[in-house]
C-alpha cells in the first residue's frame, strides 16, 4: 500500500482546496479538463501529474494566456478507478466544455473514446503510454507524451544491441494489460536486433514471493532484464534475490518505475539500475534546459517524473491550441489534432533533450538512465535515441 508523505499529504489537500475552488469558467477561458487520480494505488502520480499541469498553465496564463485567453485546469480526483473517471469526464464535458482533456488511465482512454470522438471538441492524451492507444485511425483525437510501451522497450533493446551485441535477455511483466502490452511485439524486435530472448516472466502486480521465478531467470542467465507492468514492486525482490545467487544481468525498467525518488528506495540494490526515460529530470543539468531551470525556481524542492509528463502534457497541448487560433480555426478536436500534429523539431525547452514531432499519436524517443547510490540519482547513460515513426 502507498503512504504519502507529510508532504505529499499536504500537496493532495492544497489541490483538493484548488479543485474546489475553481472559479466559474469565463466566457472565453480555454479549459483543460482533468480525471486525475489523487487518492489511491496512483496518487503519486497523480499528484504530480496535477502539480506539472498546473505549473505549466500558471507559465502560459502569467504571460498572458493564448492570444489573451487564459487557461484553466478543472480536475477533479478519480482515484485511479474508471467509473469515476468516466463521471468526472461527463461532469467536466457538462459544466465546462474543455478542448483539451487529461485522462488517468488506458482502460479510461479506451472506455471514454467512442463519446470523445462524438463529442468532436476536444483533444486528450493522459497517463497511459499503451501501444494500442498509438493508433491515430482508431484514436484520432487522442496522443501521448512520450513513447508508447513498445517504443520505450525498442529503445531499451537498440541501446543493449549496440552495447553487447548478441545479448542474452529476459522480460518480466505484470500479469495486467499495462504489463503484457508489449511483450510479444518486443520479442519479435529483439529477434531482428540479433538479441536472444531467453526467459518471458510474469508474475502479480504488487509484493510477492518471486523465488520460483528468480530460480526461472538464474537458469537462462541473461545479461539483461527488463521490468515491465511494476511501479516498484517486485523489482527490488527480484534484484535482491538474484544478486544473493550470484547473477550478474543488469536489470532495466519502463518509465512507470524510474522516478528517481522511488528508484532511491531500492538502496543499495538500486546502484546499476536502468530503465528508459523520456525527459530529463528535475535535477539534470545536462544542456540547455531552460524550462527545467524554471521549474526549479518555482518548486526547489525534487519534481517526480509524473510531474514532468504532466507538465509536457501541457505545454504540447498549449502548442497545439496556439497553432490552431493562429490560423483563425475554431477550436476542436479535428482542428486541434491537425495542429498537434504540425509539430516539427519543437523545443520544450529541454524537458527531452533533443526536438521532438509528433506526426502521429506518439513521440518516440527516450535516453537510458543508471542509478548512482552514490550520488542518489539517476545519471545520463546514453545520448537521447529516437526511434523512426
Known amino acids: 500500500m502507498l503512504r504519502l508523505s507529510r508532504h505529499g499529504l499536504g500537496a493532495l489537500a492544497l489541490a483538493a482546496g484548488m479543485a474546489a475552488a475553481v472559479p466559474a469558467k469565463a466566457a472565453d477561458d480555454i479549459v483543460l479538463g482533468g480525471s486525475i487520480p489523487m487518492t489511491g494505488v496512483f496518487a503519486f502520480a497523480g499528484i504530480g501529474i496535477q502539480a506539472g499541469i498546473t505549473d505549466y498553465l500558471k507559465i502560459v496564463n502569467d504571460a498572458g494566456g493564448i492570444k489573451g485567453r487564459k487557461v484553466r485546469f478543472a480536475f477533479e480526483d478519480t482515484a485511479y478507478k474508471v467509473d469515476a473517471s468516466v463521471a468526472v469526464f ?14 488517468d488511465s ?10 470523445l470522438e462524438r463529442n468532436g471538441q476536444m483533444i486528450m492524451a493522459g497517463a497511459s503510454f499503451a501501444t494500442e492507444l498509438n493508433d491515430p485511425k482508431k484514436y484520432p483525437l487522442q496522443f501521448m507524451a512520450g513513447p508508447d510501451y513498445t517504443e520505450m522497450f525498442g529503445i531499451l533493446l537498440r541501446y543493449i544491441a549496440k552495447e553487447k551485441p548478441g545479448a542474452k535477455v529476459a522480460f518480466v511483466n505484470s500479469d495486467t494489460e499495462f504489463g503484457r502490452d508489449p511483450i510479444a511485439t518486443s520479442e519479435k524486435k529483439a529477434v531482428e536486433l540479433g538479441l536472444k530472448v531467453v526467459e518471458k516472466i510474469v508474475t502479480p ?3 510477492v514471493d518471486v523465488s520460483t521465478e528468480v530460480l526461472k531467470l538464474r537458469r537462462s542467465a ?13 523489482i527490488p525482490e527480484f534484484i535482491a534475490q538474484a544478486k544473493q545467487m550470484g547473477m550478474t544481468s543488469k536489470f532495466m525498467g519502463t518509465f512507470w518505475s ?5 528508484v532511491q528506495k531500492m538502496g543499495e540494490l538500486a546502484d546499476g539500475f536502468m530503465g528508459v526515460m523520456p525527459y530529463r529530470y528535475y535535477y539534470d543539468e545536462d544542456g540547455n534546459a531552460p524550462m527545467l531551470a524554471k521549474i526549479r525556481q518555482m518548486r526547489p524542492e525534487y519534481q517526480s517524473t509524473p510531474y514532468m509528463q504532466g507538465f509536457l502534457t501541457a505545454m504540447l497541448m498549449v502548442e497545439a491550441t496556439k497553432r490552431t487560433l493562429d490560423k483563425g480555426e475554431p477550436l476542436n478536436g479535428k482542428t486541434l489534432k491537425a495542429a498537434l500534429n504540425s509539430i516539427k523539431d519543437f523545443d ?16 518516440p524517443v527516450g535516453r537510458i538512465y543508471k542509478a548512482d547510490v ?13 526511434l523512426e515513426q
Open 90 to 103: 461527463n461532469k467536466i464535458v457538462a459544466a465546462d466544455k474543455p478542448n483539451l482533456y487529461y485522462g
Open 106 to 115: 488506458t482502460a479510461f482512454s479506451k472506455t471514454i473514446n467512442p463519446e
Open 205 to 207: 502486480p504488487g509484493s
Open 222 to 234: 541473461p545479461d539483461y532484464t527488463i521490468f515491465h507492468g511494476y511501479v516498484m514492486a517486485p
Open 258 to 262: 524510474m522516478d528517481n525518488s522511488m
Open 348 to 363: 520544450t525547452g529541454g524537458i527531452i533533450g533533443v526536438p521532438i514531432s509528433v506526426p502521429g499519436n506518439s513521440i
Open 374 to 386: 552514490q550520488k542518489k540519482l539517476m545519471v545520463p547513460a546514453s545520448d537521447w535515441i529516437k
